[in-house]
């Protein structure tokens, strides 16, 4: 059966590390907009050009960036089975683009999953992750911008009742098991 899961959750909450475990064990691509901003950013592509300064500050990427990106990734021939989105949707614009674009794929998500874990766990995991866009300032800004952008995301899953919300402040194995047995 296909698999199409949206992970939610704020920077930290360990959305990149869980979506990687569930797509190898579901082999199905790990579709991360941040990794991939990341990886156009070291490459210096044009996307990587616009992208940095607003990385680099905490903000999102302007959506005109990233819905095509999205459009793009969803469209490759890998994601026949499945895939996880992580990082995507983060605002309602890119939420309502996301629904439009799985109805012209004949698609739709099984699961939307929100990992939720308390800022002051987050703002303590972030410092010690010290990736570059992992200052104080920054991370203070895109727990704000998290607040204001992404939770009425959740709320739009919530009244969809799509949405299943796992406590991420466990072990990394208490996690992935939660989330397998939400997912099973
Ligand atoms: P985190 O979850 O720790 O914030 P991500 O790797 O998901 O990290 O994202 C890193 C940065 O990439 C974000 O702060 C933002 O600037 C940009 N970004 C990632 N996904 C999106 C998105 N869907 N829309 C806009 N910007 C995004």
Redesign the pocket.
Known sequence: MAKRLIFL?????G??TQAQVLAENHQIPHV???????SAVAQQTRLGKQ?KD??D???????A??LDL?QDRLSYEDTANGWIL??????IN?ASFLEELLVKLNQSADCVLNLSVPDEVLVAR?LARK?K??NEE?IRR?LE??HQDTVPVINFYQQKKTLKTIDGNQTMEAVTKSLSEAIS
């Open positions: 959750g704020p920077p930290g909450a959305k990149g991360s907009t941040g990794d991939i901003l990341r992208a607003y990385m500050k905490g903000e999102l990427v302007p959506d960036l990233i999205i992580d990082g995507f949707p983060r605002n890119q972030l990736r866009d992992d920054t895109r911008i998290y």
